[in-house]
């Protein structure tokens, strides 16, 4: 059984910073690649920002220059540093993980979310 569980989420006024982390545990194997998605009220699910298992990383048009993806293998957490925040950026974010588990089956992996709200 594999649990991925976010943290860091909250409310900080435009302008500001936060850090998300998701930190995967279990019968992992090997993890892949790593995803940060958000959803917005009303809105479709978004990928945010990918991270390969060889650091190669991507992102969507609208934070680049302001997230930044990156992962700790020996951790298996992955995290979002995300700066100059905009009251669009208001959402619930997610991680999702391709893992392959000791049992050598592969699947993605959901977090349960972590609101970010961008507000004065």
């Known amino acids: 059984q594999v649990q991925l569980v976010e943290s860091g989420g909250g409310l900080v006024q435009p302008g500001g910073s936060l850090k998300l982390s998701c930190a995967a545990s279990?019968?992992?194997?090997?993890?892949?690649?790593m995803d940060w998605y958000r959803q917005a009220p009303g809105k479709q699910r978004e990928l945010v920002a990918t991270?390969?298992?060889?650091?190669?990383?991507n992102y969507e048009d609208s934070v680049k220059g302001r997230f930044t993806i990156s992962r700790d293998n020996a951790k298996n957490t992955v995290y979002l540093q995300m700066n100059s925040l905009k009251p669009e950026d208001t959402a619930v974010y997610y991680c999702?993980?391709?893992?392959?588990?000791?049992?050598?089956?592969?699947?993605?992996?959901w977090g349960q979310g972590t609101q970010v709200t961008v507000s004065s």
């Open positions: 991270i390969t298992n060889g650091d190669h990383t």
């Open positions: 279990g019968s992992i194997f090997s993890i892949a690649d």
């Open positions: 999702k993980a391709h893992i392959r588990t000791k049992l050598h089956t592969l699947g993605d992996y």
